[in-house]
């Protein structure tokens, strides 16, 4: 597992005094408020940054970094993934996964067929689906409800499925 996890990217600068414009990659926005520092990917380099002051528009997490303190500063960063510690992460709910955990995880059916690996987790609304492809690049599109996924094994990487009508071969 990394130990590192993906929770938010710059997308732009907010104002001129350094604040930085997030679009977060969690449900809670609100967990931003409960971190001292995050990493920021740039350059496939990690530069670990201590948070100032959070704020919240909109659906967007507005992030003031020590050090950064005007919106040339903050353009360097446009684009760029924000990282945590692993240990900083939530708790998650029983049944509830990081998506990092999730991708290239191998999905075989209850009957020990393997199906492919998840390449994708997208939600829904209701809930989540995950979309498995196998070595010839065929796709399955798995919801994420207790009648199709029956086991998530995140050491090992390995998901038991339950293939319901509607899902599977042709």
Not at 8 to 24: A, D, E, R, T
């Amino acid at each position: 597992m990394p130990n590192l996890l993906e929770i938010g990217q710059i997308v732009n600068s907010y104002g001129i005094k350094g604040l930085f414009k997030v679009v977060p990659f969690t449900d809670d926005i609100t967990r931003f408020s409960k971190l001292k520092t995050i990493y920021i990917e740039k350059n496939k380099k990690l530069e670990k940054m201590e948070i100032e002051e959070v704020k919240y528009h909109k659906n967007l997490v507005l992030l003031k970094l020590k050090g950064i303190d005007d919106i040339n500063d903050t353009l360097k960063y446009k684009n760029c993934y924000i990282k945590i510690d692993r240990t900083d992460a939530v708790d998650l709910p029983e049944n509830s996964y990081f998506i990092v955990d999730l991708i290239d995880m191998e999905v075989y059916t209850d009957e020990d067929k393997f199906l492919g690996k998840i390449v994708d987790v997208f939600p829904t609304g209701s809930n989540d689906v995950y979309v498995v492809k196998d070595d010839l690049g065929k796709q399955i599109l798995l919801p994420a409800i207790g009648d199709v996924i029956k086991n998530v094994d995140v050491a090992n990487k390995k998901m038991t499925v339950h293939l319901i009508e509607g899902l599977g071969e042709d």
